[in-house]
């Protein structure tokens, strides 16, 4: 997501079904940007974004950072066996008004599921077709169709 650096986030769409998020963006010279990102998983695995944390902190904001973080396995909330959890973590050199210090990053913690062998990532592509089922990200997302695990017998 280096792309976005420098440039002042707008908004944040989500596409759930194909997950999908994209930045509508200012860039240096005023001209409106998309940036749109997503996460696939490799062969017998699946990439999804399970939590989006700081959403309103993003709003008219310029991207000063962006960096990844693998924050190791878990069979907690998964969609399959085991999930890699990863995040990206997206620091902004302006703080938005109403906010304190604490509250200038964006974090995307997304998971591929898989039987552990597999591995996903995140990729940005070109422009889709204008009906591709975006909504615009107002409040932190968290992914809320946790899959029944039937060894354990309790949701995650």
């Known amino acids: 997501m280096e792309k976005l650096l420098g440039k002042e986030i707008k908004e944040i769409l989500f596409n ?27 062969c017998c695995s699946e990439c999804w974004v399970s939590d989006i944390i700081g959403v309103d902190n993003s ?19 998964t969609k399959q066996d085991i999930d890699d959890v990863h995040g990206i973590v997206i620091e902004f050199d302006n703080k938005p008004k109403n906010h304190d210090d604490n509250s200038k990053n964006l974090l995307i913690l997304y998971r591929n599921s898989s039987n552990g062998s597999y591995y996903g990532s995140v990729d940005q592509i070109d422009k889709l077709d204008d009906n591709m089922g975006f909504a615009l990200l107002k409040d932190d997302y968290y992914f809320k169709n946790w899959m029944f695990n039937k060894q354990k017998r309790r949701f995650f």
């Open 59 to 77: 709003n008219n904001t310029t991207v000063k950072s962006c960096s990844y973080l693998a924050l190791g396995h878990t069979e907690q909330r």
């Open 16 to 42: 759930e079904k194909d997950q999908i998020i994209c930045f509508h963006a200012k860039d240096e010279l005023n001209f409106d940007k998309f940036f749109y990102y997503s996460f696939f998983g490799d």
